[in-house]
Structure formats: structure tokens, C-alpha cells
């Protein structure tokens, strides 16, 4: 593994037990750990990281190697070389890289609805032209959302997004406000910026573009645990197209994780009773899940 680490913002939640690390997904930060990690404190020890150029880590050049470096670091300042990856969307991708680079001292991973777009062929029931088509618009839509200046009523919209979608999934606000307020800073202009910004945030998604998650998969010998989530996120006027696509893909992943852990005795995959959304929707899943696959 080669990359120049950055020092990354450390929530440290406490606990004496096998250590665990917590990873957050893009544009997300260590706040949507905040009523997780509370339920898994009473086994173990429990640390929660900003990966770079996010909430409140400095930012960097945004690939791999420099995250999983970055990731090193911090096990090796708080003395928790062997703590277990546990990541939620890019943060889970990022665990089980961690855990292939680190086979000696990494007891395995997590990897909680962390599946990029997957390819074509996962999409079931639509024509490989549509699923392009489909996933060409969704990339649009994600550049267009991420490492971004906002208009000055910018934070006050999303805020008010953000109070939709706590009434929709049933997620206290505080944790929503919470998130997004780490999240966002000022910028150069005064204005606020989402992180992680401009280049940095498109690196992000190329880097994941890059990514073959199920030969990831299989390369581990290690335990990893693959969640996955039950419910898609709830619909949006003018976004049918997406929610088909979603539901296809939905089909698909469900079945090739079946199909991987019926092939790996390693693997183990459990289904989540809410939406990619779940660390702040259903924490107590979430944390039974890990604490079962832990024990």
C-alpha cells in the first residue's frame, strides 16, 4: 500500500472491547455514526473518522491509497492496529480494501449497502441500453450534486430537505441537522460549500466507478459482512425513471449476494429493515447486525 496519509478528525465513542473503526459514506460524515455507535459500545471500543475531505478532515488528493493510508494512521495513533473496518456506502467499499491490504492484523469487514452502481447485468429486467442510459443520467445527477458552492438560501433549503426526509424515513432531525451542518463549510467567498469539493469530490466517484466490488469480495479470506438494504429511498416527482432502475438493480444485487455467499463460507449477508439511509433510520439493526457478526 502506498499513499501520503492525512490527519483525519477522530470522534472517539469509548469502550473496552475488540475495537472498531466506523466509516461513513461520500459527502456523509462520522455524524451518521452518532446513534450507532452507542449500541456497540457495551462490546467493544468504538472510534468514528471523518475520511478526508470531509465534515471536518483536511482535504487531499482523493484516491485509495491515501485513504486507506489515512486509515492506518489513525489505528496507529489510538494503539488499535487490528480494530475491524466498519463502513456504510463508500465507507464499506473502503473497509474491505483496508482489510485485503492488511490481512495479517485486520480480522475481516463490513460493508453496509456500500455497492456503487453496480454493472448492467445486475439490473434485471431492463435492456443493457436502458441501464446505460439510466446510469449515465444518474452520474449527472450525482456530479451535480456533490463539491458545490450553494446560493446564499442554499443551507436553509437543504435544511428543509432535510426536516422531508426526517417526517419520511421517520429519522429524528437533530441527527439530519447534525450531519449536513458538519458537512457544510464557508468558503473562500463567503459562501457555503458541500465537501468534499470540486476535483476532489469528482475523484471520489470515479474512484468508486473504478472499483470491481464482487472480485473484492472474493478476494477476501477473512470474514466480511455484507448488509444490504430492504427498502429503496422514497420516490421523488419526475424521478420514476430512477426508481425503476433502483428496483431492477434491487432484483439483481439481491441475487448476486446470494449467490456469493452461498460460494464463500466467509461471507455473510444480511438484510436490513430500512433504507440506504439506515444508519440514522434504523440504528438498532444496523448495530444487531454488526454485534451478531462480531460475536
Not at 496507529?76 to 492488511?102: C, F, K, N, T
Not at 458537512?183 to 457555503?192: K, L, Q
Request: hydrophobic share 45%; aromatic share 6%.
Amino acid at each position: 500500500m502506498t499513499g501520503e496519509s492525512l490527519p483525519l478528525a477522530v470522534h472517539d465513542h469509548g469502550g473496552d472491547g475488540p475495537p472498531l473503526l466506523l466509516l461513513h459514506g461520500a459527502g456523509r460524515t462520522l455524524a451518521d455514526w452518532a446513534a450507532v455507535a452507542p449500541l456497540l459500545v457495551p462490546r467493544h471500543r468504538v472510534l468514528a473518522v471523518d475520511l478526508r475531505g470531509h465534515g471536518l478532515s483536511p482535504s487531499g488528493a482523493w484516491t485509495f491509497p491515501g485513504v486507506l493510508a489515512d486509515i492506518e494512521a489513525v489505528m496507529e495513533e489510538y494503539g488499535i492496529p487490528a480494530a475491524l473496518p466498519v463502513g456504510h456506502s463508500l465507507g464499506g467499499m473502503i473497509a474491505v480494501q483496508y482489510a485485503l491490504a492488511h490481512p495479517d492484523v485486520t480480522p475481516g469487514a463490513v460493508d453496509l449497502d456500500g455497492y456503487g452502481w453496480g454493472h448492467p447485468g445486475q439490473y434485471v429486467g431492463l435492456e443493457r441500453a436502458e441501464v446505460e442510459e439510466g446510469l449515465g443520467r444518474v452520474r449527472e445527477l450525482a456530479a451535480a450534486m456533490t463539491g458545490r458552492s450553494l446560493p446564499a438560501c442554499g443551507l436553509q433549503e437543504m435544511l428543509a430537505r432535510e426536516r422531508e426526509t426526517s417526517r419520511a424515513l421517520g429519522i429524528p432531525y437533530e441527527l439530519l441537522e447534525t450531519g449536513l451542518l458538519r458537512a457544510v463549510h464557508e468558503g473562500p467567498d463567503g459562501r457555503p460549500e458541500l465537501r468534499p469539493m470540486g476535483a476532489h469530490a469528482r475523484d471520489v466517484l470515479d474512484a468508486v466507478d473504478s472499483l470491481d466490488l464482487f472480485a473484492l469480495f472474493r478476494r477476501m479470506n477473512r470474514p466480511l459482512l455484507l448488509g444490504r438494504a430492504l427498502r429503496a429511498v422514497p420516490s421523488r416527482p419526475g424521478m420514476e425513471w430512477f426508481d425503476e432502475l433502483m428496483t431492477a438493480y434491487a432484483k439483481g444485487l439481491a441475487r448476486d449476494l446470494a449467490e456469493l455467499a452461498a460460494e464463500r463460507a466467509q461471507v455473510t449477508v444480511v438484510e436490513i429493515d430500512g433504507t440506504h439511509a439506515m444508519l440514522l433510520e434504523n440504528p438498532r439493526a444496523v448495530a444487531d447486525a454488526i454485534l451478531s457478526f462480531t460475536s
